[in-house]
Protein backbone atom coordinates (compact mmCIF):
# COMPACT_ATOMS: atom_id res chain seq x y z
CA UNK A 1 0.00 0.00 0.00
CA UNK A 2 0.71 3.84 -0.80
CA UNK A 3 -0.01 6.45 0.83
CA UNK A 4 0.21 9.89 -1.03
CA UNK A 5 -0.37 13.32 0.32
CA UNK A 6 -0.21 16.88 -1.51
CA UNK A 7 1.50 20.25 -0.12
CA UNK A 8 2.13 23.62 -1.39
CA UNK A 9 -1.75 24.75 -2.31
CA UNK A 10 -2.69 28.63 -1.92
CA UNK A 11 -3.72 31.73 -3.14
CA UNK A 12 -2.07 33.56 -5.56
CA UNK A 13 -2.39 36.73 -7.79
CA UNK A 14 -2.83 36.18 -11.73
CA UNK A 15 0.47 35.64 -13.17
CA UNK A 16 2.19 34.52 -9.97
CA UNK A 17 3.95 31.16 -9.02
CA UNK A 18 3.20 28.23 -6.37
CA UNK A 19 5.24 24.90 -6.41
CA UNK A 20 3.59 21.88 -5.28
CA UNK A 21 4.67 18.65 -3.37
CA UNK A 22 3.77 15.34 -3.21
CA UNK A 23 5.19 12.68 -1.19
CA UNK A 24 5.07 9.03 -1.31
CA UNK A 25 5.07 6.63 2.07
CA UNK A 26 4.58 3.03 2.51
CA UNK A 27 5.87 0.37 -0.32
CA UNK A 28 7.30 3.35 -2.05
CA UNK A 29 9.58 0.56 -4.36
CA UNK A 30 6.32 -0.34 -6.18
CA UNK A 31 5.76 3.17 -7.22
CA UNK A 32 5.69 3.65 -11.02
CA UNK A 33 4.48 6.69 -12.78
CA UNK A 34 3.00 9.49 -11.25
CA UNK A 35 0.32 12.91 -12.35
CA UNK A 36 -0.85 15.55 -11.30
CA UNK A 37 -4.74 16.29 -11.78
CA UNK A 38 -7.10 18.87 -10.58
CA UNK A 39 -10.78 19.81 -10.45
CA UNK A 40 -12.31 22.91 -10.87
CA UNK A 41 -15.53 23.83 -9.24
CA UNK A 42 -17.97 22.59 -11.57
CA UNK A 43 -16.14 20.36 -14.02
CA UNK A 44 -14.28 17.25 -14.14
CA UNK A 45 -11.09 15.82 -13.34
CA UNK A 46 -8.68 16.36 -15.73
CA UNK A 47 -4.98 15.30 -16.25
CA UNK A 48 -2.32 18.09 -15.51
CA UNK A 49 0.60 16.02 -15.82
CA UNK A 50 2.29 12.99 -16.13
CA UNK A 51 5.79 12.14 -15.08
CA UNK A 52 7.64 8.36 -15.44
CA UNK A 53 9.02 6.56 -12.80
CA UNK A 54 12.16 7.78 -14.03
CA UNK A 55 11.86 11.42 -13.89
CA UNK A 56 10.89 12.16 -17.21
CA UNK A 57 7.58 14.23 -18.08
CA UNK A 58 5.96 12.59 -20.40
CA UNK A 59 2.74 14.61 -20.96
CA UNK A 60 1.37 17.95 -20.04
CA UNK A 61 -2.33 19.60 -20.82
CA UNK A 62 -2.28 21.92 -23.27
CA UNK A 63 -3.25 24.43 -21.34
CA UNK A 64 -0.23 24.20 -18.77
CA UNK A 65 2.65 24.29 -21.16
CA UNK A 66 5.06 26.29 -20.63
CA UNK A 67 4.26 27.48 -17.77
CA UNK A 68 3.57 24.30 -15.19
CA UNK A 69 6.86 21.96 -15.61
CA UNK A 70 6.71 18.39 -13.11
CA UNK A 71 10.01 16.91 -11.73
CA UNK A 72 10.49 14.00 -9.40
CA UNK A 73 12.89 12.93 -7.00
CA UNK A 74 13.38 8.76 -6.18
CA UNK A 75 15.64 9.50 -3.10
CA UNK A 76 12.80 11.57 -1.30
CA UNK A 77 9.67 9.70 -2.73
CA UNK A 78 8.43 13.66 -4.04
CA UNK A 79 7.23 14.56 -6.94
CA UNK A 80 6.87 18.30 -7.66
CA UNK A 81 4.77 20.66 -9.50
CA UNK A 82 6.02 24.17 -10.35
CA UNK A 83 3.23 26.57 -11.52
CA UNK A 84 4.41 29.92 -13.06
CA UNK A 85 2.51 32.45 -14.94
CA UNK A 86 -1.00 30.98 -13.26
CA UNK A 87 -4.05 32.07 -14.05
CA UNK A 88 -7.59 32.58 -12.89
CA UNK A 89 -8.66 29.22 -14.85
CA UNK A 90 -5.76 27.57 -13.15
CA UNK A 91 -8.04 27.51 -9.56
CA UNK A 92 -8.79 24.08 -8.58
CA UNK A 93 -8.24 21.21 -5.87
CA UNK A 94 -4.82 19.50 -7.26
CA UNK A 95 -4.61 15.54 -6.63
CA UNK A 96 -1.04 13.83 -6.82
CA UNK A 97 -1.95 10.41 -7.90
CA UNK A 98 1.05 7.36 -7.87
CA UNK A 99 0.22 3.92 -9.45
CA UNK A 100 1.86 1.30 -7.84
CA UNK A 101 1.36 -2.33 -8.44
CA UNK A 102 -1.61 -2.01 -10.81
CA UNK A 103 -3.85 -0.25 -8.68
CA UNK A 104 -3.78 4.23 -8.47
CA UNK A 105 -3.03 5.74 -5.18
CA UNK A 106 -4.84 9.33 -4.41
CA UNK A 107 -3.56 12.22 -1.91
CA UNK A 108 -6.68 14.57 -0.39
CA UNK A 109 -5.78 16.91 -2.58
CA UNK A 110 -4.89 20.54 -2.20
CA UNK A 111 -6.34 24.11 -2.93
CA UNK A 112 -4.73 26.33 -5.31
CA UNK A 113 -6.85 29.63 -5.79
CA UNK A 114 -5.67 32.55 -8.46
CA UNK A 115 -7.09 36.30 -8.12
CA UNK A 116 -7.35 37.42 -11.69
Known amino acids: QVEVAESGGGSVQAGGSLRLSCLVSGKTWTVGGMAWYRRASGSERELVARITRGGVPREYADSVKGRFNSSRDNDKNRVDLQMDKLRHEDSAVYYC?????????WGRGTQVSVSA
Open 97 to 105: CAWASGLDD
